[in-house]
């Protein structure tokens, strides 16, 4: 029923900044919660940053203060700003939204972001 496609991701030194994108298939916000999620090799998945439908946000603790998730409603597209980059943000980060009425999620195919100097 939802489609999600990332884009932004690549290549960045230590202290740059990086935005990722989530485009929708379609309007979601209003029922689903979204989020964004990483993976980094050897560790398990990890929640990076949520923003419900009233717009209401969170973020893990590691990524507090450099990071800022976002969206636009009119594009149907869902951001996340990333600053301050450290070596240790490397991963694949996913997009995600869950429904609120059935809690089922959908997966973006996740984008690489890789901190080296």
């Known amino acids: 029923q939802v489609q999600l496609v990332e884009s932004g991701g690549g290549l960045v030194q230590p202290g740059g900044s990086l935005r990722l994108s989530c485009a929708a298939s379609?309007?979601?916000?209003?029922?689903?919660?979204m989020g964004w999620y990483r993976r980094a090799p050897g560790k398990q998945r990890e929640l990076v940053a949520t923003?419900?439908?009233?717009?209401?946000?969170s973020f893990a603790d590691s990524v507090k203060g450099r990071f800022t998730i976002f969206r636009d409603n009119a594009k149907n597209t869902l951001y996340l700003q990333m600053n301050s980059l450290k070596p240790e943000d490397t991963a694949v980060y996913y997009c995600?939204?869950?429904?609120?009425?059935?809690?089922?999620?959908?997966w973006g195919q996740g984008t690489q972001v890789t901190v080296s100097s």
């Open positions: 923003i419900t439908s009233g717009g209401v946000t």
């Open positions: 379609r309007n979601i916000f209003s029922i689903y919660a």
């Open positions: 995600n939204a869950r429904n609120y009425i059935n809690k089922f999620d959908y």
